[in-house]
């Protein structure tokens, strides 16, 4: 019943409309697992009113270095398959 | 069946299911930063239980002043890390997204 009552310009509008909503969502989840992994790591004192620069610091460098880490695995793990190709 | 839905009707039940859709994705987002902590196996990724670890060293009877003190400044910060996170991560992808093309 819900079908028939769209037509094909507003399906293709709702269905554009889901997958913008559902990337964002999926940027959120990232960005929230993110913060506890880099919070764990870089919130060591006790929480006071403001970051000390150093914890501002190390949580941007840590967002970057875990982006560069999940590349470099990647093109880590696709030398490997080349490797063992070329002794296969 | 011969229900045949008005344009205006139609217009309307769109709007109806973005917004409810928009809702719901609020709610979700909003429930995933307070409560889920249990999604990543190695971490404890929302400020309750970080918090609650960092500022409840030795639970007493009841809350202490200073712990609550400690517990609304660590969800100040929680909150503040989640928008450097954010602000990082947007800025390297969009980075990727220009480099890449």
Redesign the interface.
């Known amino acids: 019943?819900a079908e028939?009552?769209?037509?094909e310009t507003?399906q293709k509008?709702?269905s554009n409309?889901?997958e913008k909503?559902q990337a964002?969502?999926r940027?959120?989840?990232?960005?929230?697992?993110?913060?506890?992994?880099?919070?764990?790591k870089?919130?060591t004192g006790?929480?006071?009113?403001?970051?000390s620069r150093g914890e501002?610091a190390c949580?941007?460098n840590?967002?970057?270095r875990f982006?560069d880490t999940s590349l470099f695995m990647v093109k880590q793990i696709e030398n490997q398959r080349e490797r063992s190709q070329f002794i296969g | 069946?011969g229900?045949s839905?008005s344009p205006a009707?139609?217009?309307a039940?769109?709007e109806q299911?973005?917004s409810s859709?928009?809702n719901e994705?609020a709610l979700?987002?909003a429930q995933?930063?307070m409560n889920?902590c249990h999604r990543?196996a190695h971490?404890?990724?929302?400020p309750n239980e970080?918090?609650f670890s960092?500022?409840v060293t030795k639970p007493g009877s009841s809350l202490s002043g200073s712990e609550q003190t400690?517990l609304s400044?660590?969800l100040?910060?929680?909150m503040?890390?989640?928008n450097?996170?954010?602000r990082?991560?947007?800025t390297?992808i969009s980075r990727e997204r220009v480099e890449g093309q």
Request: aromatic share 10%.
């Open positions: 019943m028939q009552q769209f037509d507003t509008e709702l409309f889901l909503e964002q969502a940027l959120h989840t990232s960005i929230h697992k993110f913060t506890g992994l880099c919070w764990d870089c919130i006790t929480p006071s009113t403001k970051f501002e949580l941007t840590c967002v970057e982006l | 069946m229900t839905t009707d139609m217009a039940k769109k299911i973005m859709v928009k994705i979700a987002n995933e930063l889920v990543m971490h404890t990724t929302c970080s918090c960092k500022c400690c400044r660590c100040d910060r929680y503040e890390a989640f450097i996170v954010s990082t991560y947007i390297r």
